[in-house]
């Protein structure tokens, strides 16, 4: 039995959107950003001249990361506001549509097929655990991966582009972020400036391409409307304010950029908004667990599995059993032959980190492995609120902005 067929009917529907080369994406952005500013590690993507004609010549750019702040998002906003008055393009994003696995490709113009983190949460055998990813820490005691042995260059295998020998490079990101390992590995090690407001973060930019005396690029990580979806929903008041509060920061800062700056904003994903009875819940005592090798990892509309030799045929009846109504199930060579980690062969260090099975969300479905964890922690309930790491559209479309 196989849902390849079923997986790909959803994809010819329109239901879900398919990761592709052939259609302008995050990788293609990332490209052309590179080329831009003279990247020495920068590959040639099919849609990389399409974006960069849009971005035009320029001699200091704003790469804006709304995180969050999809096509659905900007659809709700009024229409002749910053944002959606400047949308140029409509880009595809990369699978999962996870945080992690975005800023990743982002950062080193590589699909996840290359650049190895598959997801939120990353099986890293080199430390026989789950770690979640994009804090450098093991999932089950957030014990830093460097304290167990671990080589951030083992974690982050592809050398970020984001880090120009040709122009001046800097980065803005809440202070919380500011030094930790992936905000340096994505980077590319140029110089991190924290922020407490935005409006702070924007003045600092304005400021600084003034000053300049030579070319700059500038990275602004926001957070805003990730955070107030996931809390509140992407139909709340919290989320449109947050949204606008994006939206007037870009329009301060386009009017006091000199001539010849350019803003581009894109965002890592949208988000889906989920019912408390659209989500499946295992636990280590769960009858699954027993045809697996290790416990399972991922993001919640994409869970992977590492399936014991022999017990294949168990674990499929078993889980589709269960589970079909919410989730395809999909081998580790269907996923590589439907190529949903982007084009090319999966790197050795993604072949590692795939397991032998993935979980894909039909929709607003989610998993959530319930993992042991060495601190007694208040278990949050899911209410009606947002998720995201699948491929509804509202995860996959998101803005390309250049004003």
Known sequence: MSDVAELLAAFESGELLRPSPDTPNIVDLASAVGGLVGASTTIHTPGRDVLAGLIGPCDHLVLVMADGLGMSAVRAMDPDSFIPSHVAAELLTVFPSSTPVVLASLATGRWPAQHGLPAWHVYLEEIDAVSTIIKYVRRSDDKNLSELGMDPRDAYTVPSLMESPMWDTASYLPKSLV???????????????????????????????????????????????????????????????????????????????????????????????????????????????????????????????????????????????????????????????????????????????????????????????????????VQEEHEAVSQHGGMTPAEMLVPMVVA
């Not at 090690?189 to 973060?201: I, T």
């Open 179 to 377: 030094g930790s390992d992936f905000s340096t590995y994505t980077s590319g090690s140029s110089p991190q400036n924290g922020y407490e407001k935005l409006g702070d973060a924007v003045g600092a930019i304005s400021d600084r391409v003034k000053r300049a005396s030579s070319n700059t690029i500038s990275h602004l990580y926001i957070p805003d409307v990730d955070y107030a979806s996931h809390v509140a929903g992407t139909s709340s008041p919290m989320a449109q304010g947050a949204a606008g509060g994006v939206d007037r920061a870009l329009a301060w800062l386009e009017n006091a950029l000199p001539r010849g700056a350019r803003i581009v904003m894109t965002a890592d994903h949208g988000l889906v908004d989920y019912a408390k009875s659209e989500v499946y819940w295992i636990d280590p005592s769960d009858p699954l667990m027993a045809y697996v090798d290790h416990e399972p990892w991922g993001t919640g509309r994409t869970m992977i599995f590492a399936c014991k030799r022999g017990a294949e045929a168990d674990f499929e009846g078993l889980f589709r059993e269960r589970f079909r109504e919410g989730f395809y199930l999909l081998t580790v060579n269907e996923l590589k032959e439907l190529k949903l980690y982007g084009p090319g062969p999966l790197s050795p260090v993604m072949a590692r980190r795939v397991g032998t099975h993935m979980a894909v969300s039909k929709g607003a479905w989610l998993m959530d492995y319930d993992y042991p964890k060495v601190r007694d922690e």
